[in-house]
Nanobody
């Protein structure tokens, strides 16, 4: 069975940091893009960041560029999202997802066309 287990959320003050983890199993990790999305109450889901495990390339939404860093530990089938300088507007439920790597992986990520989805982890940033 495919599993994507997200963890690491919590409550933090503005300016603080959190590191989210996404542990994957049940598919070929190195052939997939691992993606982070978030959704706040009453708002549509938005893409946050992704890493293509096939070649290590990454993508960041403009709103998090320079503050968030995505990394992958292929030996542990785990992707991390280091979130620094958090802002109240970063508060949301964060989901990890996986999509088979392709030439159009960025477009697929932006369109939310993941093959697999995990459960979310809640991030709350207080002002």
């Amino acid at each position: 069975d495919v599993q994507l287990q997200a963890s690491g959320g919590g409550l933090v003050q503005a300016g603080g940091s959190l590191r989210l983890s996404c542990v994957a199993s049940g598919f070929t990790f190195n052939d997939h893009v691992i993606e982070w999305y978030r959704q706040a109450p009453g708002k549509k889901r938005e893409e946050v960041s992704a890493i293509n495990n096939k070649d290590g390339t990454t993508y960041y939404a403009t709103s998090v560029k320079g503050r968030f860093t995505i990394s992958s530990d292929n030996a542990a089938n785990t992707v991390y999202l280091q979130m620094n300088n958090l802002k109240p507007e970063d508060s949301a439920t964060y989901y990890c997802a996986a999509d088979r790597s392709s030439w159009s992986w960025v477009e697929e990520f932006i369109m939310g066309m993941a093959d697999y989805w995990g459960q979310g982890t809640q991030v709350t940033v207080s002002s």
